[in-house]
Structure formats: C-alpha cells, structure tokens
C-alpha cells in the first residue's frame, strides 16, 4: 500500500485540478449569493445631480455671507421633480432630502435651524443657525463613483448590497458562475432515510444532508442517493453519475472493510486516482480522483464516520468549489489555542474548538473533547477545526494554529 500523503500535498493535487463550469445569465432578483463573473460599472454619477441631504432651504452661500439672515420663500423643490432655479440670491427655495439641487443655491439649511415668519402676506425663512460652508448638506454630483468607474469585480459573492448597486445601475440580468451539477451518494446496509425507524443495529442517514446543507450556501441543489453495499448496484449508479453530474461526493466504503466496494469501483471506471488516504485525524481514507469523459467529473470519497466527513468538506472540497466558481482563494486566519494539548500520532490533527474573541479581541479557540469522527452531536458545541501540524507533540497554550471555521 502506497504511504499516506500529507494534508499539504493533498490540498495540491485537489488545487491541480479546478476547473471552470462556465457562466449563465440570471435575474437580479435570482442573483443573491451567486459568484459575479463580469465587472458592472457606472451607468452615470454617483450620485448623478448635486442631491440634497436633508429637509430645509436652499440659498446662496454668497448671500448668507454678505446680507441679514432673511430670505423670501419662492417655492419648493420636491425629490423626483425636475429642477427649478432659484429666481434671487436674496430668496430660497425649501427643498426636501433627495430632491435635486436647485440651480444657483450650494447650500441647504436644514428646518431646525430655520424660523418661518409671515410678513405682508409673504412667507421668510430666518436662519438661526448659520451655515457654516459651501455645499453643507449637499451630496455632490460624482463624489461618490464616477460615470464609467468600476463599482464591482468579476468574483464576488452577490449581497444584498451588490444587488442595490446592479438595480440603481439598470442591471436587470448579470452574468454569473453556473452552478454545477452535484450528486451525493451514501452507501451502507445500516443507513436507512430519516423518515424510517431504525433497526437496533442501523442508524438514519446524516451525511448526505450534512453536505446538501453545506452546498446550500453556494445555492447548489445537490441530488441525493443511497445504495446499500452491493457490489453491481454501485457500479451501476456510479456509472450513471459519472456521465451526468459535474462533481459526485460519496461518503463511505472507502476504507479497508470487506464491503468498502468504492475505490475499486471508481478504478473500473476509469476515474484517475489522485490520491487515497491523507496523513490526517479524522478523514484518513479520503479518496480522490477526476474523469475526463463526458465533460468530466471530480469524485470525492469521503469517509463514512460523520465527523471526517464533515471535515474533508470543509477543509477540501469547499475551498475546490470556492475557487471553481470563481472565488479567489481567502488566506487562512488564525486562532490561539487556549488549553495545552497532547497528540502523539504523525498526523496533521483537526481538534474541534470553540471559537471566542476576547476583550483584546483576539480569536481563542477553547478544545472541545469529543468521542472520535463517530461523535456526530460534538459538532453542535463546537464551530471550527483547529489546524495542528504533524511536527509537534505538544501544543501549548498561546501558540496560533490555522482554523477552519463552520456553521453560521
């Protein structure tokens, strides 16, 4: 048997292979979350007229400057209504907050800093609070982005912020990663679908929906399926999923066990093995391997016990789809190990902790002890992976390790 490779090396033949699934239109209102594949621009100034800020008046600074703080009412300028133009710099228009500048005023005053007085039937507005510069309570013409500036980058994630920016720009369709086509199969006698009672010696199905969750972020509707260990129906159906789906996840019978069928499957098949067992606890069997047929597939062969599977998606397959969608790869961060631990095997060791910014606002990771990959609930107390290397035997309290977080 080949010898384990190292996490690293791992992370480099999966990285080797990342692959583009192309682009696809969608509406606005269909774009949240997607991955943008094209820059959006500036249709016109931001924002596109000298816009007023706040409900007051409008006037000349020259004129506060130069006479009493008095001026005659001449009307109102409304948002949405085209501009007016103030008919004398000894006058003022009241305006309203959006509303247009009006030609030949720079300067809005805001009501609470105005009086109202009705003198010969005539309506003046006196200034209590002065101004104290040009352009005060106005958002100029431009200030903000300039007409044909670049306003967002080909690969980032649709917010809802992004989404405002495309409709105020007329975006009503933007081109974005096409989302694969994903398969996750679980296999095993002693699964059964999670709305069966369980045999004493069975257990319902997690896996799957763990990692159909997991691929909701990226608002991929993976199909799901199970196959008992049988060795024809599972060349069969990974046969079939091979040749229709982009990317196929398969959790359990990867190991060493009498009905682990998976590796020798894949290998009938003509899925080129990349590798198979990873120097790491948990998710040692992990098999991985790509096929170039029929526009190809990559195959992840995650091991069975829930917590390894949990662990190779996040720290392997998530990162892979990340950056087949377009996403650049994000640095690790880091987090300081608040308990001294023990590890003696030569293995890259993922502990789960408990994430914790401190009153210096450092991220603390706090151990949390569980019963193995098996121990399913432990990942409800805990919400990262805390990265420690192989060199080690002893990592104290202080030092920084690399973390993987999870959940929201």
Known sequence: MKPMI????????????????GTEKVSLADSLGRVLRTSIEADRDFPPFHRVAMDGIAIRWDAQRSRDHSFLVEGSQLAGAPQKSLGSPKNCLEVMTGSVCPEGADVVIRYEDVVFEEKDGQRWARITVPAKGMWQNIHQQGTDRA???TLMESGCIIGAPEIAVAATVGQSYLSVSRLPKVAILSTGDELVPVDQQPAPYQIRMSNSHMIAASL????????????????EGLTQKIHDLLKDMDVVLITGGVSKGKTDFIPG?????????????VAQRPGKPFWFGTR?????????????????????????????????LGIAPKS???????????????????????????????????????????????????NAFLELPPEKKTFEAGEAFDVYRFGF
Not at 216 to 231: M, Q, V, Y
Not at 308 to 317: A, G, N, P
Not at 360 to 375: E, F, T
Request: net charge negative; with cysteine; glycine share 8%.
């Open 6 to 21: 190292s996490v690293q090396q791992a992370e480099q033949l999966i990285a080797g292979t990342i692959r583009d699934f």
């Open 147 to 149: 007409q044909g500036a």
């Open 216 to 231: 909701k972020k990226w608002g991929i509707d993976a199909a799901i399926f199970h196959l008992t260990d049988d060795k």
């Open 265 to 277: 499957i894949l290998d009938e098949l003509g899925v080129e093995k990349h590798f198979h067992r």
């Open 292 to 324: 170039e047929a029929d526009g190809g597939c990559a195959v992840f062969a995650l091991p069975g016990n829930p917590v390894s599977t949990f662990l190779c998606y996040q720290r392997y397959v998530a990162p892979w789809l990340q950056q087949c």
């Open 332 to 382: 690790a961060i880091q987090a300081i190990l608040a308990e001294s631990i023990t590890f003696n095997p030569n293995l890259s060791y993922y502990l789960q902790v408990k994430l914790v910014s401190d009153t210096a606002g450092q991220l603390m990771a706090y151990p949390v002890k569980g019963k193995g990959s098996g121990d399913l609930a432990n990942l409800l107390v805990s």
